[in-house]
Structures are given as structure tokens and as C-alpha cells.
């Protein structure tokens, strides 16, 4: 069965960027284009303009994720991945790019697709306090209670990781 797409409406701020796009049908990103050439040095940061602006309906938010394909060829990265877009922003979409690679720069052209566009259905809920939450398997495991990794532990100094949870335990 074929979904029925949701109508969004999108301002063009630059009048000749891309629209936004799905690179095959069914993807869940739409892929952003910059409107700026960049180069960034290793350990660079930039905010790169899209030219795009939307009005997404109430009960819903977009998110900025990074390109795989970016990542791995480039060490691209989002500093704040996923990036946040609200229901009510009208400005212009943004994306706030690191480049980790140790060595190389990272060269961008204008309307190079740099980013992608995830819209979601999200709820909003209301905070109520309360004294006891109601109990559940995990409890108050996290951050690796249900098992190490082979970075992790052993190794010489290299138990950061575990060295930062004991100091809270003893807290
Ligand atoms: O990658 C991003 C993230 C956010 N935004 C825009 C849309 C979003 O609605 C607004 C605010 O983002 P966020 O809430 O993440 O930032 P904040 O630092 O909490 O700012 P604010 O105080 O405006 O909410 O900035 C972007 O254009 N790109
Ligand atoms: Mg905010």
C-alpha cells in the first residue's frame, strides 16, 4: 500500500537551490543542499545556509542528520546531529558541520548536498511530578549495565569511560 506523502510547505531564500529531495522513493531523508562553498580545515566548524525554510505542521519536527556516505569519505559531522527543526521555525535551515578528519580539508561547492531532512510525527507532553516512578526491569541501569565492549575495560589507561561511572557511584 502507498503512503500519501505529507504536504509541506518550503520558501526558497536562495532562488536557485534544490529543493529539498529523496534520492529513491521510500528514503526517510531528504537530502539539503548548501548554498555557500566552504572548505574547512581538520577540526573546523561552519554554519552552512541550505536557502530553505519550511512550515511544518503542528505535531511534527524535522531533523538534521549527517550524509553516511560524507562521513565515511570525509570524516563529515553534525555538531549538534540531529539537528532540531520546530514546528514553529520559519527561518532559514542551517547546518552546523564539523570536520573530523585529522588530515584532510573538507571542500564543499555550492548545491553540494550536505545534509539530510527527516520529518517526524512527535509528541508533546505535560511534565507531571511525581515522588515515585513505577518500577521496570532496567531500573536505573544504563550507560553499559547490561554488558561491556571489548574497547571498554582492561587496556591500559584506556577506561575512562568506566573510571568517570565509579566516581559517580561513590558519590
Ligand atoms: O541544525 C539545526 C538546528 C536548529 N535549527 C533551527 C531550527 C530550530 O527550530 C531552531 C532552534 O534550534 P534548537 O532548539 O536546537 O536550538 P536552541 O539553542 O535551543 O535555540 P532556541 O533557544 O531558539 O530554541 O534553530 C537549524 O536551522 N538547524
Ligand atoms: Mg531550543
Known amino acids: 500500500m502507498t503512503r500519501t506523502p505529507l504536504d509541506l ?9 534544490p529543493l529539498p529531495a529523496y534520492g529513491n522513493p521510500g528514503d526517510a531523508g531528504a537530502d539539503l543542499c548548501t548554498t ?3 572548505v574547512l580545515a581538520p577540526g573546523e566548524r561552519a554554519v552552512l545556509p541550505t536557502g530553505i525554510a519550511i512550515a511544518l505542521p503542528e ?5 538534521v542528520h549527517p550524509r553516511s556516505g560524507l562521513a565515511a569519505r570525509l570524516g563529515l ?10 514546528a514553529g521555525y520559519r527561518g532559514e535551515i542551517k547546518v552546523i558541520v564539523v570536520n573530523l578528519d585529522p588530515r584532510e580539508k573538507a571542500r564543499f561547492e555550492r548545491f553540494d548536498r550536505i545534509a539530510q531532512l527527516v520529518v517526524q510525527q512527535v509528541e508533546t507532553v505535560r511534565f507531571h511530578e511525581v515522588s515515585e516512578l513505577p518500577g521496570s526491569v532496567r531500573a536505573e541501569g544504563g550507560f553499559g549495565s547490561t554488558g561491556g565492549h571489548s574497547a571498554v575495560g ?4 584506556g577506561n575512562h569511560y568506566a573510571s ?5 557511584e561513590g558519590q
Open 59 to 63: 505535531g511534527y519536527a524535522a531533523f
Open 164 to 168: 568517570v561511572v565509579s566516581d559517580r
Open 9 to 17: 510547505r518550503v520558501r526558497r531564500l536562495d532562488p536557485e537551490v
Open 36 to 38: 555557500e562553498a566552504a
Open 77 to 86: 559531522a553534525l555538531v549538534n546531529a540531529p539537528g532540531t527543526i520546530d
Open 154 to 157: 582492561g587496556g591500559e589507561g
